[in-house]
Structure formats: structure tokens, C-alpha cells
């Protein structure tokens, strides 16, 4: 079997890190990956920027690919998938009508209001006077967000009605955002824990992976700019038996169900955020159409079945034969970002990383390789993954882990994982 992975971040790596584990799989192709990618066994990188869709396919076919698995959210919105199965390609991932549950936060808000899945209070708008008489209306704290793909950064909470007003001005007016923030959902403020559900869908059947929950703020206990995720662990001690049953019942099937009732069958990973309440009450905050970078990295380390081979099942429309399997124990990875991410940062740092053991991994993101060396290359440059029996062993293993890492310049929270203990 031969996999092509698309994109170059932690994801990404653990993707292809997981996949080649496997004897059946001979190799597996990173498009265009990291350094992390072309050290591992069985796997190399490809020079194909992950939005250059006809370069894309033209690799595919000249490789014979068995499967290709997209990572980022850019290539599925652009519509990368039906341009492969158009050309008779098996590719994981949604269409690109199905993918504005992600491309667009309108579609997704109108989306699940007509579908009465649970979601914060929200209303469209593309004019900023009104947005701004609806601010004024609502009061604060209140959440602005632009409605096409932003990076991570088209979230605002606007703590006061001056914030808010400039927060419009800059998305409407402004052009911040470009075509992307020509539209801004304005939303009620939610307040509880958050948790990342991620599942396989392959049309109509639901495969879901472990649950997980993220670090979204740079600094420790959840102070500083929104980033696109600074740790993660799995699994997430928040979603008990009976909220992952709700979960499934009420957001998922009802998402998978409508999605193909209304003409747009969902196949791909499905990734909901959750705010959870203190009752246990369960909002949707937001669909991606991919899976959660770094949650993908605790969440690959505990996967025992062959990821490469449930894709392909899923492509088949087969999910519901299929099994995951996963280890029991817990595991916890934490980002190392440059200096100064997600704003301005220097790149060219030399990196020595440490050899690691079966129980933990440093997957790369951010890095690349130059005569054997391995340099620091964007914000998040690495996540230092590891299993332990409890939260609280897969905390220390991922700390004594980054303790071996040599690089002047890393920037890490020291305290990921804090609320599951
Ligand atoms: P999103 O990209 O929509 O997930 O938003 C990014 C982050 O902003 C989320 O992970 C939350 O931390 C926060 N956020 C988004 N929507 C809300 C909301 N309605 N209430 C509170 N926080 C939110
Ligand atoms: N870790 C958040 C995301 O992948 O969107």
C-alpha cells in the first residue's frame, strides 16, 4: 500500500508516522512535509505545496497511490478531493461542498440552527453599522469571527464595546481578513471547558476517534493570544461516557444524517469543538473538516489500528465494518513554539532533539533539514509527545522529554494538561 499525506505540520508527521508503523503500508509520501517526515523509515517528503491540487494528482497517479489523506483545512475548501475523484483517486476527506462546514462559519452556524444542534446564539452580518447597533445591543463580552478560513486568527472576544467596534471596523471595513472577513458571525460569549471530538465519516457511517482536548492559549493557565493550539492530550477527562453518547447522538448522527439528506454526504475526518458547561451541557463552537492539530499527535500515539487501511475503508463507504483500536493509557503532547508565535519570530534555529523510546515521540511541525541538520522553520516547530499510565505520568514523560531537547530559542506552556488534574 502506498499513502500520500498532504501538508507539513505535527499532523501531518504523526499521520505519516502512524501509517508507516504498519508492515503492509511500503511507503508513505509527504506533500511537502517536514523534517520530522524525511527522517522517519518508509517515508519521504515531496516538494508539492499541499494547495497545488494538479501537481497533487499528477504524483498520485505517477506513484500508483493506494490512498491520500488530506491534513490541512486550505486544499479540502479549494475542493481538492472531488478534483482527485474526478480523476478516479481514492482521497480521505470531505468535498468541497461539504468542506464550508469549515470554509465558511455562516454556512456552519446556519447549518446546524436549521438542524437544532446546539450551538451559541448568532446572527450574519455584512454591513458594519449594523453589526455594530447589534453589538451595542447585545453587550459584552461577545464573539466576532470572520466568516471564511483565517488561520486561527479570526476569532475575537471583544471584552468592551470599543474592542468590539474596532474588531468590525478592521474585519468589515478594514480588509483584514480579505474575501475571508467580507462577512462576520457575531455570537453569544460561551463559558465552560472545551473538548475536541473527532470522528471518521464516511458518508453515513461514523467512526469516532478518542477524544482529546487541546491548549488554544499561548501562556500558561490560558492567558494570551488565541494560537492555533499550544498542547493537547487524550483522552479528554471531560467527556464522560454519558456526554460522548450525547455527543454522538445529538451533533454527530444529526450532523452526518442532515448533511447527506441535503445533498452534501460528508465523508473525511470530522472535527467538532465543544463547550461543555458546568451542568454538562454541550455546545457546538465550531466544525473543521480535518483533524485537530496538535490533538492528531496524542491521538496517533494511541491508535493501535492501521489508519491508512480505516481510510480506505472509509472511501468505500465501509466504516461500519471497520474497528479502531486504541491503547488505554493516557498521552499528552506539548508544543514548542519559536519565540514570539503566533506574531513575529525568527526562523534558521538549529535544533538537536533527543532519541526517543516506544512510549514517546517528537513529532516535528515547523522544522527543516539541511545537510543532516535539523532547523527551526515556523511558529510551532515541534510537540513533545508522550503515553504515561495517568495524566499526570504522560505530563512528566512529556516534560522530561523536552528537557533533552537542545534549542536555544523554544518557547512551551509548562502546564498543559492542568485542567485534567
Ligand atoms: P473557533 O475557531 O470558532 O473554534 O474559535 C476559536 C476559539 O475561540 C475557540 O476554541 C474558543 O476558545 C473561542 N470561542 C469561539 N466561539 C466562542 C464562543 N461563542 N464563546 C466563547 N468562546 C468562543
Ligand atoms: N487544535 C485546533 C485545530 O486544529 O483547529
Redesign the pocket.
Known amino acids: 500500500m502506498k499513502v500520500l499525506v498532504i501538508g507539513s505540520g505535527g499532523r501531518e508527521h504523526a499521520i505519516a508516522w502512524q501509517c508507516a508503523k504498519f508492515s503492509e503500508v511500503h511507503h508513505v509520501f509527504v506533500a511537502p512535509g517536514n523534517a520530522g517526515c524525511a527522517l522517519e523509515n518508509k517515508v519521504s517528503n515531496v516538494e508539492i505545496d499541499s494547495k497545488d491540487i494538479p501537481a497533487l494528482i499528477e504524483f498520485a497517479k505517477e506513484k500508483s497511490i493506494d490512498i491520500t489523506i488530506v491534513g490541512p483545512e486550505a486544499p479540502l475548501v479549494m475542493g481538492i478531493v472531488d478534483d482527485f475523484q474526478g480523476q478516479g483517486l481514492a482521497i480521505f476527506g470531505p468535498t468541497k461542498l461539504a468542506a464550508q462546514l469549515e470554509g465558511s ?1 455562516a454556512f456552519c452556524k446556519d447549518f446546524l440552527y436549521r438542524n437544532n444542534i446546539p450551538t ?1 446564539f448568532y446572527k450574519t452580518f455584512t454591513e458594519a453599522e449594523e453589526a455594530k447597533l447589534y453589538v451595542k445591543e447585545q453587550g459584552t463580552p461577545i ?1 466576532i ?1 470572520a466568516d471564511g478560513l483565517a488561520a ?1 486568527k ?2 475575537i ?1 471583544a471584552n468592551t464595546i470599543q474592542e468590539a467596534v474596532n474588531t468590525i471596523d478592521d474585519m468589515l471595513e478594514g480588509n483584514r481578513f480579505g474575501d475571508a472577513g467580507s462577512r462576520v458571525v457575531i ?5 465552560g471547558e ?1 473538548a475536541s471530538f473527532i470522528v471518521m465519516v464516511d458518508g453515513s457511517n461514523i467512526l469516532p476517534m478518542a477524544t482529546s482536548q ?1 491548549h ?1 492559549a499561548r501562556d500558561n493557565d490560558d492567558k494570551g493570544p ?1 494560537t492555533g493550539g499550544m498542547g493537547a492530550y487524550s483522552p479528554a477527562a471531560i467527556v464522560s461516557p454519558a456526554i460522548f453518547d450525547e455527543v454522538m447522538d445529538t451533533v454527530i448522527k444529526t450532523t452526518v444524517d442532515a448533511m447527506q439528506s441535503e445533498g452534501m454526504p460528508y465523508t473525511g475526518f470530522l472535527y467538532a ?1 465543544l ?1 461543555i458547561d458546568d451542568k454538562g451541557k454541550v455546545k457546538v ?2 466544525y473543521n473538516c480535518r483533524f485537530g492539530d496538535p490533538e492528531t499527535q496524542p491521538i496517533m500515539m494511541r491508535l493501535k489500528s492501521n489508519l491508512a487501511k480505516l481510510c480506505i475503508s472509509a472511501t468505500q463507504g465501509a466504516l461500519d465494518s471497520a474497528k479502531a483500536e486504541w491503547d488505554e493509557r493516557t498521552c499528552l503532547g506539548v508544543v514548542m513554539a519559536a519565540n514570539g508565535y503566533p506574531e513575529t519570530y525568527i526562523k534558521g534555529e538549529k535544533i538537536e532533539i533527543p532519541d526517543e523510546s516506544l512510549d514517546s515521540k517528537i513529532f516535528h511541525a515547523g522544522t527543516k533539514l539541511e545537510k543532516e541538520n535539523i532547523y527551526s522553520n515556523g511558529g510551532r516547530v515541534l510537540c513533545a509527545t508522550a503515553l504515561g499510565t495517568d495524566i499526570k505520568d504522560a505530563q512528566t514523560q512529556a516534560y522530561g522529554l523536552i528537557e533533552k531537547v537542545k534549542w536555544e530559542g523554544a518557547y512551551y506552556r509548562t502546564d498543559i494538561g492542568f485542567k485534567a488534574l
Open positions: 462559519k451559541a464573539v469571527k486561527g479570526g476569532v472576544i455570537e453569544e460569549f460561551l463559558v472545551e487541546d488554544k488565541n469543538g463547550m463552537l465550531e
